[in-house]
Protein backbone atom coordinates (compact mmCIF):
# COMPACT_ATOMS: atom_id res chain seq x y z
CA UNK A 1 0.00 0.00 0.00
CA UNK A 2 1.27 3.14 -1.01
CA UNK A 3 1.96 6.02 1.96
CA UNK A 4 -0.40 8.80 2.46
CA UNK A 5 1.05 11.90 0.72
CA UNK A 6 1.15 14.51 2.80
CA UNK A 7 -0.67 18.01 2.37
CA UNK A 8 1.32 21.29 0.84
CA UNK A 9 3.27 22.82 3.72
CA UNK A 10 1.68 25.62 5.66
CA UNK A 11 4.51 28.34 4.54
CA UNK A 12 3.75 27.56 0.66
CA UNK A 13 -0.10 29.02 1.45
CA UNK A 14 1.92 31.93 3.29
CA UNK A 15 3.33 32.82 0.73
CA UNK A 16 0.71 32.99 -1.99
CA UNK A 17 -1.42 34.49 0.65
CA UNK A 18 1.72 37.56 1.26
CA UNK A 19 1.49 37.34 -2.43
CA UNK A 20 -1.62 38.41 -3.17
CA UNK A 21 -2.22 40.54 -0.69
CA UNK A 22 1.16 42.71 -2.15
CA UNK A 23 -1.01 42.48 -5.87
CA UNK A 24 -4.68 43.97 -4.12
CA UNK A 25 -3.11 46.71 -2.18
CA UNK A 26 -0.99 47.49 -5.58
CA UNK A 27 -4.12 47.18 -7.55
CA UNK A 28 -6.01 49.54 -5.18
CA UNK A 29 -2.45 51.94 -4.69
CA UNK A 30 -2.48 52.67 -8.28
CA UNK A 31 1.45 52.48 -7.76
CA UNK A 32 4.31 50.45 -6.71
CA UNK A 33 5.32 50.33 -4.39
CA UNK A 34 2.29 50.88 -2.92
CA UNK A 35 4.49 51.77 0.43
CA UNK A 36 7.35 53.49 2.26
CA UNK A 37 9.58 53.28 5.28
CA UNK A 38 9.56 56.50 7.02
CA UNK A 39 13.24 57.44 7.77
CA UNK A 40 13.37 60.54 10.20
CA UNK A 41 11.22 61.80 12.62
CA UNK A 42 9.80 65.06 10.85
CA UNK A 43 6.16 63.76 11.61
CA UNK A 44 6.18 62.89 14.67
CA UNK A 45 4.19 63.55 17.53
CA UNK A 46 6.46 63.26 20.30
CA UNK A 47 9.47 61.30 21.90
CA UNK A 48 8.08 58.19 22.53
CA UNK A 49 6.37 56.04 19.81
CA UNK A 50 2.87 57.44 19.13
CA UNK A 51 0.07 55.20 18.17
CA UNK A 52 -2.13 56.81 15.18
CA UNK A 53 1.02 59.26 13.43
CA UNK A 54 3.95 58.66 11.61
CA UNK A 55 6.56 57.22 13.63
CA UNK A 56 10.45 56.69 12.14
CA UNK A 57 10.10 53.02 11.04
CA UNK A 58 6.87 52.69 10.22
CA UNK A 59 5.73 51.87 6.76
CA UNK A 60 3.03 54.03 5.46
CA UNK A 61 0.90 52.71 2.60
CA UNK A 62 0.47 55.00 -0.34
CA UNK A 63 -2.21 55.30 -2.89
CA UNK A 64 -1.39 57.39 -6.37
CA UNK A 65 -3.61 60.68 -6.50
CA UNK A 66 -5.47 62.07 -9.62
CA UNK A 67 -5.35 65.61 -10.04
CA UNK A 68 -3.59 66.04 -6.78
CA UNK A 69 -4.70 69.47 -6.60
CA UNK A 70 -8.13 69.13 -6.71
CA UNK A 71 -7.75 65.69 -4.44
CA UNK A 72 -5.67 66.17 -2.07
CA UNK A 73 -7.07 67.71 1.23
CA UNK A 74 -5.21 70.33 2.61
CA UNK A 75 -5.01 71.54 6.41
CA UNK A 76 -6.71 74.65 5.46
CA UNK A 77 -9.61 72.70 3.62
CA UNK A 78 -9.84 69.78 6.13
CA UNK A 79 -9.76 72.44 9.19
CA UNK A 80 -12.25 74.80 7.79
CA UNK A 81 -14.73 71.80 6.83
CA UNK A 82 -14.02 70.04 10.11
CA UNK A 83 -13.20 66.48 8.50
CA UNK A 84 -11.65 64.03 9.82
CA UNK A 85 -7.74 64.06 10.94
CA UNK A 86 -4.95 62.78 8.92
CA UNK A 87 -1.91 60.93 11.80
CA UNK A 88 -3.33 63.07 14.37
CA UNK A 89 -4.58 66.52 12.56
CA UNK A 90 -6.10 67.87 9.89
CA UNK A 91 -4.89 67.55 6.06
CA UNK A 92 -3.51 64.42 3.65
CA UNK A 93 -0.04 63.67 4.08
CA UNK A 94 1.48 63.54 0.73
CA UNK A 95 4.62 62.11 -0.60
CA UNK A 96 6.49 64.21 -3.24
CA UNK A 97 9.77 64.09 -5.41
CA UNK A 98 11.58 66.91 -3.39
CA UNK A 99 14.42 69.08 -6.02
CA UNK A 100 17.53 67.36 -3.91
CA UNK A 101 16.12 63.49 -4.87
CA UNK A 102 14.06 62.51 -2.14
CA UNK A 103 11.24 61.60 -1.35
CA UNK A 104 9.51 63.70 1.45
CA UNK A 105 6.64 62.67 3.76
CA UNK A 106 4.62 65.76 4.79
CA UNK A 107 1.31 67.00 5.64
CA UNK A 108 -0.02 69.54 2.95
CA UNK A 109 -1.04 73.10 4.78
CA UNK A 110 -2.20 74.68 1.56
CA UNK A 111 -2.34 75.11 -2.16
CA UNK A 112 -0.73 78.41 -3.39
CA UNK A 113 -1.82 80.13 -6.19
CA UNK A 114 -1.24 83.72 -7.36
CA UNK A 115 -3.77 86.53 -8.97
CA UNK A 116 -2.44 89.35 -10.06
CA UNK A 117 0.91 89.82 -8.26
CA UNK A 118 -1.63 89.02 -5.08
CA UNK A 119 -1.12 85.25 -3.11
CA UNK A 120 -4.21 83.10 -3.17
CA UNK A 121 -4.96 80.34 -0.54
CA UNK A 122 -7.03 77.50 -1.93
CA UNK A 123 -9.87 76.83 0.84
CA UNK A 124 -9.77 80.72 2.08
CA UNK A 125 -13.38 82.14 2.75
CA UNK A 126 -12.47 84.92 5.38
CA UNK A 127 -11.28 82.39 8.52
CA UNK A 128 -10.41 84.57 11.19
CA UNK A 129 -7.34 82.08 11.77
CA UNK A 130 -5.84 82.87 8.27
CA UNK A 131 -3.77 85.55 7.89
CA UNK A 132 -3.16 86.67 4.23
CA UNK A 133 -0.53 89.66 3.11
CA UNK A 134 1.60 89.74 0.13
CA UNK A 135 4.41 89.23 2.03
CA UNK A 136 3.44 86.97 4.08
CA UNK A 137 0.57 83.75 4.79
CA UNK A 138 0.07 82.99 8.87
CA UNK A 139 -2.32 80.51 10.21
CA UNK A 140 -3.00 80.51 13.81
CA UNK A 141 -2.74 77.03 15.92
CA UNK A 142 -1.88 74.68 13.94
CA UNK A 143 -0.45 71.22 14.64
CA UNK A 144 -0.53 69.16 18.00
CA UNK A 145 1.85 71.98 19.29
CA UNK A 146 -0.93 74.26 18.29
CA UNK A 147 1.80 77.19 17.06
CA UNK A 148 0.98 80.12 14.58
CA UNK A 149 2.75 79.18 11.10
CA UNK A 150 4.06 81.87 9.22
CA UNK A 151 5.31 81.42 5.35
CA UNK A 152 6.95 84.20 4.00
CA UNK A 153 6.60 84.54 -0.06
CA UNK A 154 9.05 86.74 -0.79
CA UNK A 155 11.71 83.62 -2.32
CA UNK A 156 8.23 82.13 -3.59
CA UNK A 157 6.74 84.62 -5.72
CA UNK A 158 4.45 83.67 -8.24
CA UNK A 159 5.00 79.87 -7.86
CA UNK A 160 2.11 77.80 -7.56
CA UNK A 161 2.30 74.62 -5.50
CA UNK A 162 1.33 72.74 -2.02
CA UNK A 163 2.89 74.42 1.06
CA UNK A 164 3.78 71.84 3.44
CA UNK A 165 5.08 70.87 6.71
CA UNK A 166 6.85 68.10 9.31
CA UNK A 167 4.34 67.94 11.96
CA UNK A 168 7.57 67.85 14.50
CA UNK A 169 9.23 70.25 12.59
CA UNK A 170 6.93 72.80 13.45
CA UNK A 171 6.70 71.99 17.05
CA UNK A 172 10.50 71.36 17.93
CA UNK A 173 12.29 72.78 14.72
CA UNK A 174 10.94 75.86 13.89
CA UNK A 175 12.50 79.33 13.78
CA UNK A 176 10.58 81.57 15.76
CA UNK A 177 9.59 85.18 14.67
CA UNK A 178 8.31 87.48 17.91
CA UNK A 179 7.29 90.55 15.38
CA UNK A 180 4.33 88.04 14.36
CA UNK A 181 4.14 85.40 17.16
CA UNK A 182 4.52 82.70 14.77
CA UNK A 183 7.45 79.84 13.24
CA UNK A 184 9.17 79.60 10.47
CA UNK A 185 8.84 75.56 9.40
CA UNK A 186 7.64 74.83 5.67
CA UNK A 187 9.33 73.09 3.50
CA UNK A 188 9.22 75.74 1.39
CA UNK A 189 11.02 78.36 3.61
CA UNK A 190 14.55 78.92 2.52
CA UNK A 191 15.67 78.90 6.55
CA UNK A 192 14.19 75.68 6.27
CA UNK A 193 14.63 73.71 2.81
CA UNK A 194 13.96 76.31 0.64
CA UNK A 195 11.96 74.25 -1.60
CA UNK A 196 9.80 75.84 -4.40
CA UNK A 197 5.88 75.25 -3.91
CA UNK A 198 5.20 71.10 -4.47
CA UNK A 199 3.78 70.90 -8.12
CA UNK A 200 0.84 68.36 -8.59
CA UNK A 201 3.23 66.53 -11.07
CA UNK A 202 5.56 66.28 -8.19
CA UNK A 203 2.96 64.38 -5.58
CA UNK A 204 3.60 60.64 -5.73
CA UNK A 205 0.78 60.07 -3.57
CA UNK A 206 -1.02 60.22 -0.36
CA UNK A 207 -0.51 58.45 2.94
CA UNK A 208 -3.64 56.00 3.89
CA UNK A 209 -2.09 53.54 6.16
CA UNK A 210 1.14 52.12 7.89
CA UNK A 211 2.44 48.93 10.07
CA UNK A 212 4.30 50.05 12.57
CA UNK A 213 8.07 49.33 13.37
CA UNK A 214 8.80 46.72 10.65
CA UNK A 215 10.32 49.39 8.36
CA UNK A 216 13.49 49.16 11.18
CA UNK A 217 14.61 46.34 9.52
CA UNK A 218 14.95 47.67 6.75
CA UNK A 219 16.51 50.82 7.95
CA UNK A 220 18.92 49.03 10.30
CA UNK A 221 20.07 47.06 6.81
CA UNK A 222 20.71 50.53 5.34
CA UNK A 223 22.92 51.37 8.36
CA UNK A 224 24.90 48.83 7.93
CA UNK A 225 25.95 50.08 4.60
CA UNK A 226 26.18 54.19 6.33
CA UNK A 227 23.00 54.84 4.35
CA UNK A 228 20.51 56.06 7.14
CA UNK A 229 22.11 59.04 8.59
CA UNK A 230 18.77 59.60 11.13
CA UNK A 231 19.47 56.26 13.13
CA UNK A 232 19.10 58.74 15.87
CA UNK A 233 15.77 59.36 15.55
CA UNK A 234 13.65 56.38 16.44
CA UNK A 235 10.74 57.04 18.83
CA UNK A 236 10.73 55.41 22.24
CA UNK A 237 9.89 51.64 22.81
CA UNK A 238 9.71 51.62 18.66
CA UNK A 239 12.15 48.76 19.16
CA UNK A 240 10.89 47.23 22.18
CA UNK A 241 7.26 46.62 20.13
CA UNK A 242 9.28 45.62 16.83
CA UNK A 243 10.96 43.07 19.24
CA UNK A 244 7.53 41.90 20.99
CA UNK A 245 5.71 41.84 17.40
CA UNK A 246 8.71 39.50 16.14
CA UNK A 247 8.61 37.18 19.08
CA UNK A 248 4.77 36.64 18.73
CA UNK A 249 5.41 35.78 14.84
CA UNK A 250 7.70 33.15 15.51
CA UNK A 251 6.06 31.79 18.38
CA UNK A 252 3.13 31.27 16.16
CA UNK A 253 5.26 30.23 13.41
CA UNK A 254 7.14 27.41 15.45
CA UNK A 255 3.83 26.54 17.74
CA UNK A 256 3.67 22.75 17.36
CA UNK A 257 0.32 22.79 16.32
CA UNK A 258 0.67 19.49 15.00
CA UNK A 259 1.41 17.72 18.35
CA UNK A 260 -1.19 19.72 20.32
CA UNK A 261 -4.17 18.38 17.91
CA UNK A 262 -2.90 14.98 17.98
CA UNK A 263 -2.62 14.78 22.11
CA UNK A 264 -6.16 16.28 22.16
CA UNK A 265 -7.51 13.28 19.36
CA UNK A 266 -5.65 10.89 21.95
Not at 8 to 36: H, Q, R
Not at 146 to 165: A, D, H, K, P, Q
Not at 193 to 203: D, E, L, T
Amino acid sequence: MPPKSKGKPWYLYAIVAFVLLILLLTVYAGTWPPFSVVESESMEHGPSWTPGVINTGDIVLVKKVNDPQKNVITYVVGRTENLSKNYGEYGDVILYHAPNGLTIIHRAIFYLQWKNGNPVVDGYDGQSWIHITKNYILIDNVGYSSRNLVVFLSSIENESGFITVGDYNLAHFGIYVPSLNAYRAADQDPLIFGFPPVKPSQVEGIAFGQIPWFGLIKLNIMRLFGEWPDYNEVPRYAYDYLALSLAGIFTAVLFPYGKVIRKRKK
